[in-house]
Each structure stands twice: as C-alpha cells, then as structure tokens.
C-alpha cells in the first residue's frame, strides 16, 4: 500500500480543566525525522511521543506543535523575589544615607521595583497532563495516518497511469526498433556510393554481414524485454501491504538505465523522440516517487 510522506493533522482533547492542542506535518525526508515542540511542562512525554508516533510512519520528517492550557478555578499565587527586594532595599538605604535624607524608605519604595513580586509557578498534575496530551497526540497521529493514506491513493492512481503509458508506447517502440536494420542498411549503400562508382559490384554476402553486425549492435530487444520485467515489478511493489518508496526509487533508476541504452542505439530521428519521451515521463513518475513513504 502506497502511503504519501506529506501530511498534516491537528487534534484537540479536553479533561477536567487541561485543554491539549496539537498539530502535526510531515513531509519527505530519507529517515523518520522528528521535531517536537513543547510546552516546558510537557518535556518529559517527548520521548515516549516519538515512539506514539513511530508506530504508524516509517519514513519521513515530522513536525509536532503542542500547546496546553489550565482552566482551573485555583487562585493564581505570587512568591517574593527576596534576593532582588533586599538588593533594592540596600541601594535606596545608600542612597538615603549617602545623601543625610531623613524620610524612611517604605514598602511603597521597595515595590516600586520591578519584578519584586511575581507569579509563582502553578502546579499542575503531571498524571492529568499526561493522559490530555497523548490522547491529543494519539488522535492526530491517527488523522495523519489517514490523510497519508488517502494521499497515497492518489499517488497510486497517478503511478498507474503513467506506468500504462509507458506499457502502452513499448509495443510502439518495439516496432520502430525493428526498422533500424532498414535504416542502417540504406545509410551503408549511400556511404559506399560516395567512395566508390562500383556500388553494383558489391559482394552481397558482406554487406549482409556488416548490416547484420550494425543490426545487432542496434539491437534494443533485450532492453525492452528488462523494461517490461520493470513494470511488473513496479506494479507489485505498489500493490504491495507495505510501503515501499525506496525500492520504487530504485526501480527508476533502472528504467532510466534502459532509457538511456535504447536512446544511445537510436538509429532515427522517431525513435529518439520516442525515447525523449518515455523520460520525461519517467522524471513526472521519479517526482511522485519522492513523496511515497
């Protein structure tokens, strides 16, 4: 089964008074990848996120957002930073000294700096926070799984389209291949009339064999036998339960290798436009492949 590497969900959970946001992207990248990005709170869970989230993508780098609120009803509750008030305390005592004022520093004084008072960190049950945040990153991780599924789809229709098309123009290539002994033949008579006036007088027999020596080195029947085994694999390995985009990529370059060997033994003009062709398919089929997991 085709799955795309590129995808994106999001999932909300709610308990008690924790809301968990989460979303997540992927997208094409040789190894499974992760950034998470979290909340301080939620540093703990990361590990065990990436292997929430390995259990249904193999390949691929994903990207994971997470935000946490805390509706709870609690008092919001403020420490002193006392460090800070006795440094400020000491410097306005300085002042007032250094200077023979005779007003008492007071409360108001010491306040008037900032930061003096601020808010104390709010404990939060860890158990709770833990159980919203994977249940979010369970749901989205699934919703991605899905939306890669389904875009996997559409890449396999897209494939199978195009490796019909390459199919179908095999047959056609394959008969304009069979011309090329013709093509080589007139091309030799014409070489040998520009050297000699005597072009009736040529032995037969060795023109044949040189013909026939031209005909083999032209020979593209091997190459289109190999591409026909290509495309049954590539069909097998999209019809395969598991995805399999490194060896779709592999397949590539072997048609690409075949491609290339029929184009060098070209021996007319339709031929290689043929074979021009057939690239530029494989190339549209080569930049699909990228995004198959």
Known sequence: MIK????????????????????????NSRH???????????????????????????????EVRLNFTDESQEPDLFEVDEVKARGYYSALKSIKDRLNLSSDISLDNILAARNIIIPAPRQIDADLLGEVVFSAVETAAKELDLMRRQEGNNLFQDLSSRINYIEGQMEA?????????GVYKTRLMERIAKLTTDADGIDPVRLAQEVAVLSDKSDVSEEIVRLGSHISLFREVMDDKESRGRKLNFLIQEFNREFNTIGSKAGNAVLSHMVVDLKSE????????QNIE
């Open 32 to 62: 499974l990848d992760f950034a998470i990005h979290l909340p301080e709170a939620c540093q703990p869970f990361e590990e065990e996120l990436k292997k929430l989230i390995g259990k249904s993508h193999d390949r691929g780098r994903i």
């Open 282 to 289: 494989l190339e549209k089929i080569r930049e699909q492949v």
């Open 4 to 27: 795309s590497m590129t995808a994106f969900a999001k999932a909300s959970h709610t308990k008690d008074c924790i809301t968990a946001d989460v979303t997540i992207r992927s997208y």
């Open 173 to 181: 290539l394959g008969r304009e291949a069979k011309t090329i002994p």
